[in-house]
């Protein structure tokens, strides 16, 4: 097995890296922050649930980049999933942004939002890419 590292300096690679930094950065705010996604019990379990997810997912596809397996960059399924990805991700985001204007105190909160929306236009931005190269 051996290391690509033309594969880990392309866009995919490195919008997925993006990603994977910013879900860590979430993941310590709600930690570290004792915020817990400002959610509910029951909700927060679902927050948790989609980052931890995606995290999973992204960790797996940036090692299949490394070993060179770039045959999911063209597929449907990594299309689908930043699509219903950015959709989670942005009604998250929205959540958060609306539950913060009811505590304005709060900015951990505001910041877990916008980094939810920063994974978002990520994931948008690779859906985008794939779309074109797969009608290339």
């Avoid at 509910?40 to 980049?65: D, M, P, Q, R, T």
């Avoid at 490394?66 to 998250?92: C, D, M």
Wanted: with cysteine; hydrophobic share 55%; net charge positive.
């Amino acid at each position: 097995m051996a290391f690509y590292l033309g594969n880990m300096l392309r866009l995919p690679a490195f919008l997925k890296i993006g990603e994977i930094i910013f879900q860590m950065i979430i993941i310590g705010i709600a930690q570290g922050g004792n915020v817990g996604f400002g959610f509910s019990k029951h909700s927060a379990a679902l927050g948790y649930g989609i980052v931890i997810g995606y995290l999973i997912v992204n960790l797996i596809l940036v090692l299949c980049y490394a070993i060179g397996e770039t045959g999911t960059q063209r597929s449907k399924f990594e299309l689908l999933l930043n699509v219903v990805g950015s959709i989670l991700y942005i009604s998250l985001a929205i959540y958060l942004f609306v539950k913060s204007n009811k505590y304005w105190d709060n900015t951990k909160v505001i910041v877990e939002a916008v980094f939810m929306l920063m994974i978002a236009v990520c994931q948008i931005l690779d859906a985008v890419f794939i779309f074109k190269r797969s009608n290339e």
